[in-house]
């Protein structure tokens, strides 16, 4: 029997036999707030105590009954305004305890006033020697969030990765325990928290979320949810964190469930087939933490994760995507890191973030590792377009050695290495166009090739890349005419925004201004 069946039920015995229906004074009126995307209006609002559950009214007309906080109303007529109220219940009461009515919010969805979208920008602590975290540095109105790269996991109380690539081991502070989130640089990350949140007196609204993982810290994720203790004592610890610095929320970037990025050194396990089950209930216990501290606070808690970007990812060992869409039920949106499709680890050279496929890449995943496919596959899981955030890298990688090809330009040719760029074979943006291998085109736009490097542009991918047919050497990125692709596409299919991997690399501010005036934030 469905809940809303129950209900009138309920009332309808309560009509005949003079029974009180409904008991109000319990439960506080939820607050309501609504975000516009093409034919979407998303509505979330604050955990109300006492309660188990809310029901959505669109136009004073019952749509939805949830135990989330969060609702998407999809399907929508774009330019036309629709107006909701939410209301709490708790219907393990007798009489039905239900709150009063939210305040009345309006939507419309698909108009240019009211359609906004996610900037998301990373901030690694590791670059604040050279790249502090200041209004100089940092254009906050450039931006809705951004998240502090990275916090880290304890277990017997060391954090860190053992693994030669990183083997960074430190003991914990503070007596952490085994699960517990902590700061990754105990003398660095509390000053540039701080700084970060400091930059809200430029952008009121703007988010500062922690991110805990990454690449070389997700060696502890797989343990840590395989126990309701670790846990629960990895939940208790983020809650303190984002009190203690004042924080909206943290992003989860495991690298990655069932299939660790670093290889796990000896004795140790760093991935379990049931990672993804245990990934939803960390997070599902995360989310009712967060509200109920949230309700405390008087404040929504958000939750995000950096999601990788194939079907290794999207499905569980069985091939089914169903964890993925019960666990963005909890989440405010997933940021889909749609890059590192290609890089020095492959032998032939590519792109490292193409928008769509180009026919002539006969590379063995062509028709998968592109950003139009990763879309389509997270779609494909039932997933709101609305929660799904596009990434955009603000970086690229070199090939040494890359033969020049029939076209002369290098691109799909094998090649014998990797070129070294401002962090191994990394090539941010900002170190090309610092050290000239890019300057500048009549129209004050990066694009025409220095030090002997041709600028070319693929048209079926959307990107450009370098090709030097004397050294040799091969250079995939994104420049201003890539970001602005990938910005369109996000506004055609109704994604959440734009994410980009991260600040420093932009630290001429280029990019980040494309971003900035191609999304309305």
Known sequence: MSKRILQFLLALAACQFGLPLTAYAALAAPTLQVTASSGTCTLSWNS?????????????????????TSYANTGLTNGTTYSYTVDAQNDTTSP???????????????????????????????????????????????LTLINYAFLNICWNGVQGNPDPSVNDVIPCQGGALNGAVVLG????????????????????????????????????????ANSSTSRTNFINSAVALVRQYKLDGLDIDWEYPTNIGVPCTSGNTCQRTTDKQNFVTLVQGLRSAFDSAGSADGKRYMITIAAGADASYVNDPNGSSAWLATLAASLEWINIMTYDFHGPWDTSSGFVAPLYRDPNDTSANAATFNSDASVKLFLATGIAANKLVLGEPFYGYGWAGCAKGTNGDGLYQACTGSAVGSQDSTFDFAFLTEQGYLTKDANGKYTVGGKGFARHWNS????????????????????????HEKNNYIKSKGLRGGMFWELNADRNKTLGNVISNDLPH
């Not at 540095?137 to 450039?142: L, R, V, W």
């Not at 500062?208 to 343990?223: I, L, P, Q, Y």
């Open 48 to 68: 109300v105590s006492g309660a188990n559950g809310y029901d959505v009214y669109r136009a004073g007309n019952w749509i939805q009954y949830t135990n989330s």
């Open 96 to 142: 039905l305890t239900v709150s009063p009515q939210s305040a009345s919010v309006n939507c419309t969805p698909g108009s240019a006033s009211s359609t906004t979208y996610q900037i998301v920008g990373y901030y690694p602590g590791w670059t604040s020697g050279t790249y502090p975290v200041n209004s100089t540095n940092i254009n906050a109105s450039h």
């Open 185 to 224: 640089d105990y003398t660095n990350d509390p000053t540039n928290l701080k700084a970060l949140v400091a930059l809200k007196s430029v952008n009121p609204k703007l988010k500062v979320v922690a991110s805990v993982g990454g690449w070389s810290w997700s060696n502890k994720f797989s343990t840590m």
């Open 460 to 483: 079926a991918s959307k990107v450009p890349y370098l090709y030097n047919p004397s050294t040799k050497v091969f250079i995939t990125y994104d420049d201003e005419a890539s970001i």
